[in-house]
């Protein structure tokens, strides 16, 4: 059974950082594209970053360019989130993914495993 396990999250003040963490198993996780995606209330999932199975290729959204570092510990099983320059608009419920496609993808159709999400609050 696969399992994506999602920590990190909290409440943090606009300019502080957060890192995310997701535990990953019952997957050959070398294997998988890993996404994060956040959900505001009344809003779509959307797509945050992703990184490709060996690390050596990553996509972010340009909200959080240059704010957002997506990395992974294939040995761990574990993809991480550092988030830092936090802003109120970041805001949302994370969840990490896994996407069994070769290349990097961010549409949420293209993921087959989901965690549950971490709530990241950001106050102004």
């Known amino acids: 059974q696969v399992q994506l396990v999602e920590s990190g999250g909290g409440l943090v003040q606009a300019g502080g950082s957060l890192r995310l963490s997701c535990a990953a198993s019952?997957?050959?996780?070398?294997?998988?594209?890993m996404g994060w995606f956040r959900q505001a209330p009344g809003k779509e999932r959307e797509s945050v970053a992703a990184?490709?199975?060996?690390?050596?290729?990553?996509y972010y959204a340009d909200s959080v360019k240059g704010r957002f570092t997506i990395s992974r510990d294939n040995a761990k099983n574990t993809v991480y989130l550092q988030m830092n320059s936090l802003r109120p608009e970041d805001t949302a419920a994370y969840y990490c993914a896994g996407s069994r496609r070769f290349n990097v993808v961010i549409s949420t159709h293209e993921y087959n495993h989901w965690g549950q999400g971490t709530q990241v609050t950001v106050s102004s």
């Open positions: 990184i490709s199975w060996s690390g050596g290729t990553t």
């Open positions: 019952g997957l050959t996780f070398s294997r998988y594209v």
